[in-house]
């Protein structure tokens, strides 16, 4: 009754301004209670401890005018209290409730979603960075070839002698050092489909200038070689073949990067705006369509170039000419990652705007979705990475031997495996893998790579566009089971694939896998919930840190008990946990098991 109640509460309150030892009272909370949950908020005051029951712990929330939510925690009697919640996590156990008939939540700010090309470009999944100029073709000396990074992207390489194969373009290399003697676009696409990849984006003009096409607005193009005398048209043969072959046209061009134009031909700044901006034009309108920019950062400008003025004029003209072009890769639409980030969301810019800031860092309740592209994998390198011991070679280099100590020339590239476990680091943890294999100097692609993307790309399908058992798409509340396959008897398995709905916006904010063995209804864990307590979100190609929490995009998981082979585990039921969301209902694409079906041991 009302004055039972009232002495109760009176009771509470002296317990706990007191902090007595075991709090003992009976409640009459009654309202919502979840079990197995913790609400998310921070604690409006420190937590009591020995208190005997749930019942209790509501009893002493009930007592507090601020407090409306409380969470108990059985193992340590601890009663803890908030004023409302922005969520909930799954925490066994733990117990949760509210003292009002309706939950106090704290209004969640607007989820960010990918537009229309965001959407498309995870799709792609896997792209082609294909470097191919006037690098390609240069001769280093004798001395460089043991050196340190042997390697040449512009006209201010240092430790490089600037004298070899440059003539009167000192220090740009001469325009009649590019001459293929077998290019052949459509040998490029065949490549391409073999690996899978739907997008390939080529070096308009790298940062020392050179261009592929005859542009109007520079006189280092293929225009002033000796190739095909004067009258070939790298991007015209590019893009056409693109465009038989179904594969996205894309263009890297260092507008902010222009050695020539810098050195050699020392333009004026407004000058060297025009100009840029005019290449950029020229590729919209005439090798197209273009399905996105890939912008670098490095930076060589005449002195007196106004940057803010360059990029303003250079987003204006690919929003006005070509509003379906995305701009990339650490600016605009798309936002690189060579970590490998599964959260997609920061508070800028805008994508789909003329904001030309850069991106930020990607956090939780970020304003705007930006997905994740990862590069820096190329064909010829290290094992991972750029360093002077192990280079990595942009541009195709058959000297390719720095510091090898069995001489030189060496060519040396990825194999299928390579290839694959990069797939499964970069793909598998959300980012869209943008990978660098360019033509050799004859213009074709060399015949061992081509024969390499054909086996792996053949592994990628037979392992990952087939399952062994999937679920199609569900979504729920947060909650132990929010997916669940049924898998067939005797089924072995080496990877758990798991798809969120991105149309809804990034969902998931941690995530743990189970699975239950044949004739058991115990749940055991399969794939571990991410443990990182420093809110850490990189992923790293070597597996130097752990996974992030996110899904994302894609998640490829490895099993942590054996799921093939004699002793694997005979497994009936799969499911997958929501730990913690970042907005409900969570969206799940789909949930799949699938074999490795590789080739090689």
Sequence with gaps: NHSSTTMML????????????????????????????????????????????????????????DCKVYSYVHEKSLCRYRNSTSGKVVAKGVTSGYTLSAPPTTPPAPLAVPNQRQLEFMELEFTQFMHFGIPTFWNPPEDYLYGKNPTYHDCHTTSIDHGNQTGKYYPCLDPDVFFPTDLNADDWMAASASLGMKEIIITAHHEGGFALWPSKFTPYSVAASRWKDGKGDVLREFADAANRWGIKISYYLNVQDDGYMTSVANYSGPEFIRRQVGMVTEVLTEYGPVNRFWFDGTSSMPAGTNKTELWNQVYETI?????????????????????GDTLYTNDGPPPNSTDTSSCQAHHEGGQYFHPSEMHGITIQEGPDGNSDAMPTFWFWHPWACAFNITGCPWIGHANASRIFDSYIVTVGRGATLNMNIPPERTGRMNASVVAVMAEAGKAINDTFKQSVAATGAVSGQCVEGVAELTVPADTQFDYVMTMEDLTHGQRFGNYSIEFQRVGATVWETLVPASQRSDGGLQDRPDGSDPRDSHIGHKRIDLPVVMTQGPTAVKIAKVRLNCLRAIAEPVYVRSLSLHKKTVPWN
């Design 10 to 65: 009176a009771m509470a309150v002296v317990l706990v301004v007191l902090g007595c030892g075991m709090v003992s009272a009976d409640g009459g909370c009654g309202l919502r209670i979840d079990t197995n949950v913790n609400y998310i908020n921070k604690d409006i005051r420190p937590p009591t401890e020995k208190v005997e029951s749930v019942s209790v712990c509501c009893t002493l929330c009930a007592a507090m005018p």
């Design 319 to 339: 929003r006005t000419v070509s509003p379906s072009t995305m701009i990339t890769s650490y600016r605009g639409d798309v936002c690189t990652s060579n970590a």
